[in-house]
């Protein structure tokens, strides 16, 4: 626990040492100087998310097939969710700027919701279905504004157990903005804190990017099958059986 807690205080100080940028990047928002505001957001978050990994859990990560990303154009990242350093590991070690659909509650955190709306985040309410349908159409719109968005098609950490079913309603969000999808498979994260409930260093994640799959023109049934397709993708290199799910 006393490892855990100096974790998130040393996470808390990294923010606060950036708050002259925060302020800055808050000021370009303000005044609508949109390039400025994503050169300041876009340049702390992933050294944030670095410095999560490298320095704070001391865990080591495996990137493969980061070529196979788009260079060009905004991009849906689709993965499984084992843990809370899912989005960290996706910010810190893909070279691509990104924004995700949040839950609500992280919107209302002080200091990190500042930092999440400058970043472009769509927050969603869970328990309102019309609202859930508006968020996941804000960040479709957001994707066509050139900003990469990564969702957890699960909904819900699988903390080291068998994946959950990938929910089909998560993949609206390509096909309204007729993005290409990135499947990428996150491999580990799960061990850093939901494995025993603590901050546990020294972990080592692999994260795999496969080809992505054009959405754009597909036919009401061609995109039915797409979730399936990228669970598929996304699950089949993950050995499910032999993970423990100690929660």
Known sequence: MFTTIISFIRVALYMLSKNKLRRLALKYDKAGDIANRDKVVFGIVPKWAKFVFTKVTKSTVEVIGEEKIPKDRAVVF??????????????GFINKPMTFVAKAELGKIPLLSDWMKLLQCTFIERKSPRKSIQAIHDAAEGVKKGYSQVIFPEGTRSKGGPHHEFKAGSFKLAFLSGAPIVPVTIDG????????KKIVKGNHVKLIIHD????AGLSKEEQAKIPAMVEQIVCKPLNESGNSNEQ
């Open 78 to 91: 689709i993965g499984n969710h084992q843990g809370n350093m899912d989005i960290p590991l996706l910010f």
């Open 212 to 215: 992505p799959i054009e959405t």
């Open 189 to 196: 994260t799960w061990r850093i804190y939901e494995g025993q």
